[in-house]
Nanobody
Framework: QVQLVESGGDLVQPGGSLRLSCAASGFSFSFSHMSWVRQAPGKGLEWVSRITAGDVTTFYVDSVKGRFTIFRDNAKNTLYLQMNSLKPEDTAVYYC????????RGQGTQVTVSS
């Protein structure tokens, strides 16, 4: 059974940083592509970043390029999202996803960027 547990969300001021973590279990993490998606208040799910298995290629939505970094620790079965230079428009619930779709995903972690 796929289980994804996100953590690390918080209230942060504009320009601040956060690191999100996603603990994965129930599947072969090191052989799985992984993603982060987010959902802002009143909006639909938005793909944020992806990382492949194997060659560990990364992809980002244009709005976060140069500010966010996705990486993985296969030994710990954990996916990360380092978020720097946060903006109010980054406010959302962030979800870890197995694969490049929108499910299965975890319960999410709230990121609020506000002064």
């Amino acid at each position: 059974q796929v289980q994804l547990v996100e953590s690390g969300g918080d209230l942060v001021q504009p320009g601040g940083s956060l690191r999100l973590s996603c603990a994965a279990s129930g599947f072969s993490f090191s052989f799985s592509h992984m993603s982060w998606v987010r959902q802002a208040p009143g909006k639909g799910l938005e793909w944020v970043s992806r990382i492949t298995a194997g060659d560990v290629t990364t992809f980002y939505v244009d709005s976060v390029k140069g500010r966010f970094t996705i990486f993985r620790d296969n030994a710990k079965n954990t996916l990360y999202l380092q978020m720097n230079s946060l903006k109010p428009e980054d406010t959302a619930v962030y979800y870890c996803v197995k694969g490049f779709g929108t499910s299965p995903r975890g319960q999410g972690t709230q990121v609020t960027v506000s002064s």
